[in-house]
């Protein structure tokens, strides 16, 4: 069964910073394409970043580019995203997914206010 957890959310100012990490099992996770989504209230789903199983060509949404950077450690099984110079647009749920499917896991709330 495919598990996916994500924690590291918290409450943080405006141009804070957060890691992200997201705790895979119950496939090949060094073979398999991952990304980073997240829906803020009301908003439909957003995809904002992706990475391959090597960890070739990270890509980000526009709305990121520049201050998100997504990464993995295969030998944990691990997913991650550091966020920087946080927004208050960047207030959203955030889950991990496998690429292309509808598997994600429970979500890690990040909220930006001051």
């Known amino acids: 069964e495919v598990q996916l957890v994500e924690s590291g959310g918290d409450l943080v100012q405006p141009g804070g910073s957060l890691r992200l990490s997201c705790a895979a099992s119950?496939?090949?996770?060094?073979?398999?394409?991952m990304s980073w989504v997240r829906q803020a209230p009301g908003k439909e789903l957003e995809w904002i970043s992706s990475?391959?199983?090597?960890?070739?060509?990270?890509r980000y949404a526009d709305a990121v580019k520049g201050r998100f950077t997504i990464s993995r450690d295969n030998a944990k099984s691990t997913l991650y995203l550091r966020l920087n110079s946080l927004k208050t647009e960047d207030t959203a749920m955030y889950y991990c997914?496998?690429?292309?499917?509808?598997?994600r896991g429970q979500g890690t709330q990040v909220t930006v206010s001051s």
């Open positions: 990475i391959s199983g090597g960890s070739s060509n990270p």
């Open positions: 119950g496939f090949i996770f060094a073979a398999a394409p």
């Open positions: 997914a496998i690429t292309g499917s509808t598997n």
